[in-house]
């Protein structure tokens, strides 16, 4: 859940501190900053300067492509219409 949490704290701000992530989380800094580690050696986030983290750009790029509805035709109702689903067309 604590990566889950960070990932999405990460993605929406440009990046954040370990501070800020143990805010989000609602740990202490040093839990805060072994998830970060964890979720660094995983590539979700990479490091932004000293104690700053930034989502990896891999992570970033699949929350963008998966998380915006597509349009797409299905073929069970009528022509023209939308059916929404997560991913590519």
């Not at 040093?30 to 580690?37: N, R």
């Not at 989502?55 to 929350?63: M, V, Y």
């Not at 998380?67 to 299905?74: A, G, L, M, V």
């Amino acid at each position: 859940m604590d990566e889950i949490l960070a990932l999405r704290a990460l993605w929406e701000r440009k990046d954040a501190d370990v501070r800020e992530i143990a805010q989000v989380l609602q740990r202490g800094f040093d839990q805060a900053e072994t998830v970060l580690k964890g979720m660094e050696k995983k590539l979700m986030v990479e490091r932004a300067g000293i104690g700053r983290f930034v989502l990896s750009s891999g992570i970033r790029s699949d929350i963008d492509i998966y998380s915006k509805p597509t349009r797409c035709i299905c073929s069970d109702v009528d022509a023209g219409a939308v059916c929404w689903s997560k991913g590519h067309e």
